[in-house]
């Protein structure tokens, strides 16, 4: 897991940061620089002190798995909560008019018009979430002919999500299936070579863009110049926000700290904060005007800069100790929170409490039931009273 984070951390942050660097002053300048060194000793003193003590990534494989049965009831109640969607799309596949209906709901969300998601649709995309996390938690398992039930549900899953425009579920739908196969794969990420992660990052990229291009387009597609439009949109999702962040840095950079309001902002919202979806202002830069989407300004904003640093360092670190020594019930809940952090780079996941509630929930839920089975396995009533006696 350390080396994808590490990658990741490179590939996602670094290395755009870098390459726009020039042109800014010191200070910005400065902090890339100890942010990088936050992120890459951590990664560099792990990888040493194993190596030197011979010590291997550990097998996740198996840990906190969650049984067939859940995520057939994930999926259940998915269709049950979510018919509103699944009939209208299936209404705009049998009419042929699927691209006029997302256009007509891209214009009513964009006019303030659509009233926003329902319960029902929350609740569905919180046993969505669920779904990926327990899916994601079987990789390297005996799985059967259920495997195939799953994939096509998650494709059914994607076009249902794309009625909505709901690219940022899917994305992190996306994100908790990615966490879950980065700790059961925890041996293969951290053996394999450069060329390998190649060839995983590029499909991996290429689906995301197609999650981004399916709901993107049907925004503009009445327009001649609409693909034209959607890959300028992309690139402000991309590199763009990293150019932004540094003027912002630059410019609009204020001391004051929120102690986390812009990383685990659901805790607000479930105090009853009022906060207002896309709440950062946009900036002008050379790719164009827009808003920063990298997760680094929440956490400068939070913590301040130094504060950033120190939380990057306390994630890696717990990434770096779970990818050596065997989970427990509290390491996987931390571990699991630090790679949705480390591998979003685009905000804070937990800004969203649908997100939050179905992500920690699935965690929370795989701990109880591999405990529940344990307790179940013979001779653990004998153990617990010799232990007592």
């Given amino acids: 897991m350390l080396k994808l984070v590490s990658l990741t951390f490179l590939a996602a942050y670094i290395v755009p940061l870098a390459l726009l660097l020039g042109p800014y002053g ?3 300048h400065f902090f890339v620089l100890a942010y990088t060194l936050a992120g890459v000793l951590v990664s560099v003193i792990f990888f040493a002190a194993a190596s030197q003590n011979k010590v291997e990534p550990i097998d996740h494989t198996g840990r906190f798995s969650a049984p ?7 999926m259940i109640a998915y269709v049950v909560l979510k018919s509103s969607s699944i009939t209208t799309l299936l209404q705009g596949l049998a009419s042929g008019q699927l691209a006029q209906i997302m256009l007509a709901n891209a214009l009513e969300r964009y006019h303030g018009n659509s009233g926003g998601p329902s319960a029902a649709e929350q ?3 919180l046993f969505l979430f669920a779904f990926f996390c327990f899916v994601g938690s079987r990789i390297g398992l005996k799985n059967g002919r259920h495997i195939l039930m799953f994939w096509l549900f998650a494709l059914f899953a994607f076009f249902v999500e794309s009625i909505a425009l709901a690219r940022a579920g899917m994305l992190l739908a996306l994100l908790c299936f990615l966490v879950e196969l980065a700790i059961r794969k925890n041996i293969l990420f951290a053996r394999a070579s450069l060329l390998t992660y190649a060839k995983i990052a590029v499909p991996a990229l290429l689906l995301l863009f197609g999650v981004y291009l399916f709901s ?17 949109k992309l690139g402000l999702y991309t590199i763009a926000s990293h150019d932004l962040f540094l003027i912002w840095l630059e410019k609009s950079f204020q001391t004051d ?27 002008h830069s050379r790719f164009g005007f827009g808003n920063i989407y990298l997760n680094i300004r929440g956490f400068i904003q939070d913590f301040g800069g130094a504060g ?30 630090a790679l949705a952090i480390l ?33 179940r396995e013979p001779g653990f009533l004998s153990e617990r009273v010799a232990t007592i006696q």
């Fill in 26 to 28: 010191f200070e910005s």
């Fill in 68 to 74: 067939i049965g859940a995520i057939y009831v994930c």
């Fill in 123 to 125: 609740l569905g995309l």
């Fill in 216 to 232: 993107a387009y049907f925004r503009v597609s009445h327009l001649d110049n609409g693909l034209q439009i959607a890959f300028e």
């Fill in 257 to 283: 700290v929120t102690g986390g309001f812009n990383t685990f902002t659901f805790l607000w919202k479930l105090t009853g904060t009022d906060v207002e979806q896309g709440f950062y202002q946009p900036l």
């Fill in 308 to 337: 950033a640093c120190l939380f990057l360092a306390i994630l890696m670190l717990i990434v770096g100790y779970c990818t050596f020594v065997p989970l427990n019930g509290l390491s996987y809940i931390l571990l699991r929170v």
């Fill in 343 to 375: 591998l979003f780079p685009i905000y804070s996941p937990f800004f969203f409490t649908t997100f939050a509630i179905g992500f920690l929930f699935s965690g929370f839920a795989l701990v109880a039931l591999s405990v529940m089975r344990k307790q």
